[in-house]
């Protein structure tokens, strides 16, 4: 996510760092480069006007002109203003009340009913126990979808039996028999609507003044234009909209509807969806994503999804193991499931700092196929040559081509891999593990 | 090279708009609505500069860069359309200053018919398959083209050829049932390519006249929709042999410029005919495709304006470049 503009601002403190000091013009040259990646990145124009003037305040407020270090003051200023724009401090979903009521709008196709599933499931990982209720009765099968996405993620939904065409009605109602059920969130999934359809949008008021939700939340597709900033300014101006969440921010979205959407309805960004999964719903930290759109990378985010993903007395098996100077290819092996479990590599690279050991590293380039095939051919063996393929010769490398479907050649390779692998983890000292895991 | 004060439209191109004017002249006037709602408070502000100044300085061709980025056309294409229009008024030296719009709707619209303009609907029975993203509505899309072959008379079948979205299938269904249109299906998780073998055999036994496939929107995947549509392909190819074929490319007019990114991936993975624009009876205003028409000479086919199925109009390229200026 943010490639793009990632790029042009990487782009823009590659340059200043290039100037000693910063002249008038060298500076102004900066910021108007700013003002088109941001522009590029589909950041609403006026939103863009407002952060750059506020930057070159700041610029010169700090006088950035006479300093020494001139680029990392620029950085700096961004990155305040960046995380200042997108909200600041993370503010966490509220789901107190019984049930507490989170209701989602927006326009069609930006993702709600999708949304509706992965919160459920995003709230049954917290221990809660929610239920969906279906009130799009707009798009032919929204509820049938609905029906399924719950199916999916193992949470009732309650739809309207016949062709009620009373949301209002249907909806307090569902929400009543969801307390009766004992359940403590009530998601509503609303139909999709465009802002400028007053019957729909005062459907929706009529809703929200019944039910109270304990939040409305405004759902936008991370790829909306310069028209993002007037949807979300009509549905936040009719209803009382406490937050966002941004769908399908992911693949080369460029999210400047991110940095719009907060700043003109000046409510913040709950949520974001990162991927198709139904486990792809992240909460949304300002200054973590003002670090990842400077390629400053989000290793906190990294470690989080990391605690979470991975089963962690398998973690600290291997860690021992590690300790000990022992590394096989069954390591390697439960290494790699390990981390399939977390997603797609190149989605967890993107979040490490792009300087330093990653420069020019294109996380795309990843081939996960590879490494399918390597775990084909650990899988291939039996435990003695896992333990040491070293000692593989040349029939039991064709036997094991042949079973892993793969060649000679990728066995020599990755025994060849391997070797090196032990060797580094045998010189490997203590501090370095340490200091790996962030420690140090 | 632009310099004629005034672009005619050529000859085709103004028999198709009074071709269209008969019957969607009311959804063009919808859609003009639409963007007259929003109608730019800027093009307003422009006008009201334009009006006090002499001559076009840099203050008004900033105005009028900010106008055309807010309707998504790009940077990049809103910086050459500004130096366009720039070179136009040296050349008159500022003399022409209200004719500022139209002129502006002339460079919008050479760039728009600039892309080649492949026939609408070829003669003979057509296979038409719609791809897009996630959540551009192919779906809805699918059923609109398919009330427009019907009600021209021909004998249409809707292929529900995405079978990964949850429900995508019921809900081509309940528009093959309103709309009393034959439609294929099999179920949920099926492979879409066969959905498509099942469609083409069942139209030649039935004498269908188009064929009209919705695949399933994916943003990430791109190497198993490659798959999939390299093989949807070759199911066409040995099943329906002597049948034109359309790919549409969906796209929503609110998208910004990441339907450029959309359109460059589509066109690696797929024979692109066009775009169908959808949902631009919003306040969005699409100016996306201009870009796409610029960089990647990709032309738009079709507007979609509204939920009902009717609510589709063929692309005139002057007439939305009009409705994009205002």
Redesign the interface.
């Known amino acids: 996510m943010f490639d793009g503009l990632q790029d042009r601002l990487q782009g823009v403190f590659r340059k200043l760092k290039g100037e000693g000091r910063v002249s008038r013009e060298v500076l102004d040259g900066a910021l108007r480069e700013i003002r088109m990646a941001l522009l590029e990145a589909d950041v609403n124009y006026k939103v863009v006007k407002t952060f750059v003037e506020k930057i070159r305040e700041q610029a010169e407020g700090q006088k950035v002109i006479e300093s020494l270090t001139p680029a990392q003051q620029v950085v700096k200023i961004v990155h305040a203003e960046l995380a200042a724009l997108l909200g600041d401090k993370g503010e966490p979903l509220r789901t107190k009340g019984s049930p507490g009521v989170i209701l989602l709008c927006g326009l069609q196709g930006s993702g709600k009913t999708t949304t509706a599933g992965k919160l459920a499931g995003h709230l049954k990982a917290q221990g809660r126990n929610p239920i969906l209720i279906a009130a799009d009765l707009q798009r032919a099968a929204a509820v049938e979808q609905l029906r399924q996405v719950g199916k999916s993620v193992d949470t009732p939904v309650l739809a309207p039996e016949n062709e009620s065409r009373d949301v209002v009605a249907f909806v307090a109602g569902a929400i009543t028999q969801a307390r009766e059920l004992g359940r403590d969130v009530a998601i509503v999934d609303t139909a999709g609507r465009l802002h400028i359809d007053e019957e729909l949008m005062t459907e929706l008021g009529k809703l929200v003044t019944r039910v109270s939700p304990t939040e409305t939340l405004f759902v936008a597709d991370a790829m909306t234009g310069q028209d993002a900033v007037r949807s979300a300014q009509a549905f936040s101006g009719a209803l009382p909209v406490t937050g966002i969440i941004l769908t399908k921010l992911d693949g080369d979205t460029r999210g400047g509807a991110a940095l719009s959407v907060r700043a003109v309805t000046g409510q913040p960004i709950r949520l974001v969806g990162v991927g198709e999964k139904l486990g792809d719903l992240e909460e949304f930290h300002p200054d973590r994503m003002a670090s990842r759109i400077l390629g400053m990378g989000d290793v906190l985010s990294l470690i989080e999804k990391a605690e979470q993903g991975l089963d962690s007395a398998e973690s600290r098996r291997l860690a021992e193991r590690l300790a000990k100077r022992e590394f096989t290819l069954e390591d390697l092996r439960d290494q790699l499931r390990q981390m399939r479990k977390l997603g797609p590599l190149s989605q967890l690279m993107s979040a490490l700092p792009k300087g330093g050991p990653l420069k020019g590293f294109d996380p795309s380039a990843i081939d996960e196929k590879k490494l399918k095939r390597v775990e084909a051919i650990i899988d291939s063996m039996t435990s003695p040559e896992r333990r040491k393929p070293t000692a593989l010769n040349a029939s039991r490398k064709r036997r094991i081509a042949r079973g892993s479907g793969t060649t000679v050649q990728e066995i020599n390779q990755l025994v060849k891999q391997y070797r090196m692998m032990q060797k580094m983890v045998k010189g490997m000292k203590g501090s370095w593990l340490r200091k790996a895991m962030g420690g140090g | 090279m632009f310099g004629r004060s005034k672009t005619g439209p050529p000859a085709g191109e103004e028999a198709a708009a009074a071709e269209a004017a008969g019957k969607s002249s009311g959804l063009w006037g919808k859609l003009k609505r ?1 963007l007259l ?2 109608h730019t408070e800027m093009f307003e502000r422009l006008e009201a500069a334009v009006q006090d100044r002499a001559v076009i300085d840099d203050t008004t061709l900033e105005m009028l860069e ?1 106008a055309l ?4 056309v ?2 990049e294409t809103s910086l050459e359309l500004v130096d366009n229009v720039r070179k136009d008024a040296r050349r008159f030296e500022g003399g022409d200053l209200l004719k500022l719009k139209e002129r502006m709707t002339d460079h919008l619209s050479i760039l728009l018919l600039d892309a080649p303009q492949p026939p609408l609907e070829p003669e003979g029975p057509v296979v038409t398959l719609l791809v897009g ?5 192919k ?1 809805t899309s699918a059923a609109k083209l398919a009330f427009r072959a019907k009600s021209r008379g021909k004998k249409v079948l809707l292929a529900a050829a995405d079978t990964f ?4 299938i ?6 093959s049932e ?1 709309l009393e249109l034959e439609i294929v299906k099999q179920s ?1 998780g099926a492979d879409p390519a066969a959905v498509v073998f099942d469609a083409l055999r069942a139209a030649r036994a039935r004498g269908v006249d188009e064929v009209i496939v919705d695949t399933a929107g ?4 791109k190497e198993n929709l490659m798959a999939e549509l390299g093989k949807i392909k070759r199911v066409i190819d040995r099943e329906a042999p002597g049948w034109s074929r359309r790919t549409i490319l969906v796209l ?1 007019a ?6 450029v ?1 959309q359109a460059r991936e589509f066109l690696g993975t797929a024979e692109v005919t066009g775009v169908l624009l959808a ?1 631009i ?5 699409g100016g ?1 495709v201009v870009a796409i028409a610029r960089e990647l000479r990709l032309p738009v086919l079709y507007l979609g304006v509204g939920e009902a199925p009717a609510d589709l109009v063929e692309f005139v390229p002057r007439r939305f470049a009009e409705a994009l200026v205002g």
Request: aromatic letters at 2%; charged letters at 20%.
């Open positions: 639409g709602m929003t900010e980025i807010a309707a998504d790009g940077v993203v996630n959540g551009v509505g779906t979205r949850a429900a995508a019921e809900q081509l269904t309940v528009w309103r949920a994916r943003l990430h995947t929503d609110t998208t910004g410029q990441n339907a990114a949902k009876d919003g306040t969005a205003k996306v």
